[in-house]
């Protein structure tokens, strides 16, 4: 997946990595409504499990919690903001960080709360976000 800096996220079963320069994924088509996932494999879980929140919403992909300080104030314009983060500490640190900065963020992560995220969901063969 490219990155909006030109740098790619390389994924499979057995490698993970990136190349420079490491940032944000987004996909922008002027919706009202923003979904935030924290890895590839989760936008293309959403994909899988909700396609109309997929298909009707700007998604942007973080590629790393450590790029949560990229996220541009500019993100209030939205009258939604999903957070489908890691149910992780990790995870739930940066929602709790996202939902302080943004009042218009819903943490969203309790449709898949019995799984890591929601890639996990859909490989555990649960299809219903």
Same mark, same amino acid.
């Given at each position: 997946?490219?990155?909006?800096?030109?740098?790619? +996220? @390389?994924?499979?079963?057995?490698?993970?990595? &990136?190349?420079?320069? %490491?940032? /944000? &994924?987004?996909?922008?088509?002027?919706?009202?409504?923003? =979904? !935030?996932?924290?890895?590839?494999?989760?936008? #293309?879980? *959403?994909?899988? #499990?909700?396609?109309?929140?997929?298909? &009707?919403?700007? /998604? !942007? =992909?973080?590629?790393?919690?450590?790029? /949560?300080? @990229?996220?541009?104030?500019?993100?209030?314009?939205?009258? +939604? /903001?999903? *957070? @489908? #983060?890691?149910?992780? %500490?990790?995870?739930?640190?940066?929602?709790?960080?996202? *939902?302080?900065?943004?009042?218009?963020? !819903?943490?969203?992560?309790?449709?898949?709360?019995?799984?890591?995220?929601?890639?996990?969901? *859909?490989?555990?063969?649960?299809?219903?976000?």
């Amino acid at each position: 997946m490219k990155n909006d800096a030109g740098g790619w +996220e @390389l994924r499979n079963k057995y490698y993970k990595c &990136s190349t420079s320069p %490491k940032t /944000i &994924s987004s996909f922008l088509r002027n919706f009202t409504r923003l =979904v !935030v996932t924290e890895g590839m494999f989760d936008f #293309l879980s *959403l994909n899988a #499990l909700d396609n109309e929140l997929f298909s &009707s919403s700007d /998604i !942007v =992909v973080l590629n790393s919690l450590g790029n /949560i300080n @990229l996220i541009p104030e500019e993100w209030n314009h939205y009258s +939604e /903001i999903y *957070l @489908l #983060l890691d149910n992780d %500490k990790a995870g739930r640190t940066a929602t709790k960080q996202l *939902l302080k900065k943004f009042s218009n963020a !819903v943490d969203e992560s309790q449709f898949y709360f019995d799984f890591k995220d929601l890639n996990d969901m *859909l490989t555990h063969g649960r299809t219903k976000k």
